[in-house]
């Protein structure tokens, strides 16, 4: 099984500031990789697809970047709606999520 | 619009098996593939299975192997995720989610909370 990890668990940021997070994945998965928001409550939302290509509807604050094993996901001027869970996910090997990474006000 | 709606919350004792239905709508139902994913309270999401409606191929994390099914009924558009012998550790939500762009998911139902308790 692939395994996703994702850093930080916890981030803090200011609304307007950039935030960068990371997954990694323990073999290489190509671009076959998302990313999830999801808040309390909530059904995870797709943000990205392919490693970098943003899902319908979604803001251009958001991109991704990587491929292989090492993937990132910016936020580039946060929102207070984005407070929220981001996940990491591949599908090139079935499929596996990351642990999740919290996006908090700081 | 694209939906998928579960069906609701479940209790159910230890040793026992529940089974979760998934209706989309707004679009083919046999044209995409059907994920299941889970999330117990505070932790994080866990992928089960998919299942191809238009096939009836599925594919199941190796976690759930001899204990999950995902089948369909194509002339109703609905799919089901059965799990069985049930422990305390499956207390979760459990979704579908429309597979899309060759793996991603981009719909998702509301959840369903399967409780289990003795």
């Known amino acids: 099984e692939i395994v996703m990890t994702q850093s930080p668990a916890t981030l803090a940021v200011s609304p307007g500031e950039r935030a960068t997070l990371s997954c990694r994945a323990s073999?290489?998965?190509?671009?076959?990789l998302a990313w999830y928001q999801q808040k309390p409550g909530q059904a995870p939302r797709l943000l990205i697809y392919?490693?970098?290509t943003r899902a319908t509807g979604i803001p251009a604050r958001f991109s991704g970047s990587g491929s292989g094993t090492e993937f990132t996901l910016t936020i580039s001027s946060v929102l207070s709606e984005d407070f929220a869970v981001y996940y990491c996910?591949?599908?090139?090997?079935?499929?596996?999520f990351g642990q999740g990474t919290k996006v908090e006000i700081k | 619009q694209v939906q998928l709606v579960q069906s609701g919350a479940e209790v159910k004792k230890p040793g026992a098996s529940v089974k979760v239905s998934c209706k989309p709508s707004g679009y083919t139902f046999t044209s995409h593939e059907i994920n299941w994913v889970r999330q117990a309270t505070g932790q994080g999401l866990e992928w089960m299975g998919w299942m191809n409606p238009n096939s009836d191929d599925t594919g199941y994390a190796q976690k759930f192997q001899g204990r999950v099914t995902m089948t369909r009924n194509t002339s109703i558009n609905t799919a089901y995720m059965e799990l069985s012998n049930l422990r305390s550790e499956d207390t979760a939500v459990y979704y579908c989610a429309r597979g899309r762009h060759a793996g991603a998911t981009d719909f998702w139902g509301q959840g369903t909370l399967v409780t289990v308790s003795s």
């Open positions: 392919g490693a970098s």
């Open positions: 073999q290489s998965v190509s671009s076959n």
């Open positions: 996910q591949q599908y090139n090997n079935w499929r596996t």
